[in-house]
């Protein structure tokens, strides 16, 4: 195989996501906990029992199900409060500094040095997956960074559109390009476009084999 291109995901990919999603639920459950006069701590512990697990609600209302105070708690109360308070703060707040995994900027140095480009391929809100970006301090890095929902909700991974996007930007053959994330569901999807899927285990023990 010959590499002329490698994308990567972002979240849980280049860095730890809990570390951007534990510092809002802090953050979040002692405004909860101001609020409501309830222990924060308890409705943490129970943000973090729900991170990463697939729910149809919003995280932030499982979470408060599951205290015992939930039930003294009007409905509307607390809808108006997640709507005016919880929401707008999670989507403009975020940690002073992310950390890189360690294998990280090595490997992009490696990739750049054998004249690899470089993309992004990540799902999210566009302003919050920016601030990740910035926060990281990746984005020299990349000759191409797609969201998804610049373009739309509708086309997040596992959706086609944004690894067809990758292909039609960069010119490359699909056996000719690498993507690398964690989701064996989303990321891997890649593989049904011809993309080499790589996951995020496995390319920092051996990419120089790799490319």
Partial sequence: MIT?????????TLYNHKEFEFFL???IS??????FKISSNDYYIALKKYFN???QVSIFDVAFA???????????????????EVMPFY???SPSQLTLFHWVEECFVYLQERNITLGLITDG???????KIALLGIADFFSYILISDEFGRRYRKPNMFMFKKAI??????????????NDLVKDKACEQLGIVFIDHIHFPKHYRELI
């Fill in 25 to 27: 639920y802090e953050k």
């Fill in 66 to 84: 599951d205290l015992d105070c939930a039930v003294n708690i009007p409905r509307r109360v607390w809808d108006e409060f997640v709507t005016k």
């Fill in 125 to 131: 809100r566009v302003e919050m997956q920016k601030k």
């Fill in 4 to 12: 002329k291109t490698v994308f990567f995901d972002l979240d849980d």
């Fill in 91 to 93: 989507r403009s707040s």
């Fill in 168 to 181: 039609d930007l960069t010119g490359a053959k699909p056996q000719n390009m690498i993507y690398v994330g």
């Fill in 30 to 35: 002692k405004m909860v906990g101001d609020f």
């Fill in 53 to 55: 697990k697939r729910h």
